[in-house]
C-alpha cells in the first residue's frame, strides 16, 4: 500500500495562485506514474495533470494548460501541482494519484482515474470569483 497525503489547499480569490503538495513516506514513489485529479460535488472525477516517474514528461488537460504546473522532486518523494491565474471553476477537492509507471502515463489516455491505485485524501480547493 502507498500513502499518499495532499496539502497546500484554501481559498483564494479568482486570479491568485496557490500550490499543491503531495507526500508520501514511500521511497518507491519515485517508480510510480503520478498524477493530480479533482473532483465537484456531483460530477465526474477529472483528470488534472500527469508525471512521469523521473519527472520527464508531463500531459495536462486542455482546462488547465498554461496556467497549472506539475513537477515532482523524487529525492524527497514530493508531487507538486503551481496553480496560476485561478479561476471560478477550478473550485474542487483535488487528490493525488500514483501507478506504477508505463508507457501510457504522460499522454491523455493515461489520466484516466481507473487506471490509477493509490490515492489521497484530498486537499480542498476553493475559488471566489
Known amino acids: 500500500q502507498v500513502k499518499l497525503v495532499e496539502s497546500g489547499g484554501g481559498s483564494v480569490q479568482a486570479g491568485g495562485s496557490l500550490r499543491l503538495s503531495c507526500e508520501s513516506p514511500?521511497?518507491?514513489?519515485?517508480?510510480?506514474?503520478m498524477a493530480w485529479f479533482r473532483q465537484d460535488p456531483g460530477k465526474e472525477r477529472e483528470g488534472v495533470a500527469v508525471?512521469?516517474?523521473?519527472?520527464?514528461?508531463?500531459y495536462y488537460d486542455d482546462s488547465v494548460k498554461g496556467r497549472f504546473t506539475i513537477s515532482r522532486d523524487n529525492v524527497k518523494a514530493m508531487m507538486y501541482l503551481e496553480m496560476n491565474n485561478l479561476t471560478f471553476e477550478d473550485s474542487a477537492m483535488y487528490s493525488c494519484?500514483?501507478?506504477?509507471?508505463?508507457?501510457?502515463?504522460?499522454?491523455?489516455?493515461?489520466?484516466?482515474?481507473?487506471?490509477?491505485?493509490?490515492w489521497g485524501q484530498g486537499t480542498q480547493v476553493t475559488v471566489s470569483s
Open positions: 494519484a500514483a501507478r506504477i509507471q508505463a508507457d501510457d502515463c504522460a499522454y491523455s489516455g493515461g489520466l484516466v482515474d481507473s487506471l490509477f491505485d493509490y
Open positions: 508525471i512521469t516517474a523521473a519527472g520527464g514528461a508531463s
Open positions: 514511500h521511497r518507491s514513489i519515485r517508480t510510480y506514474c
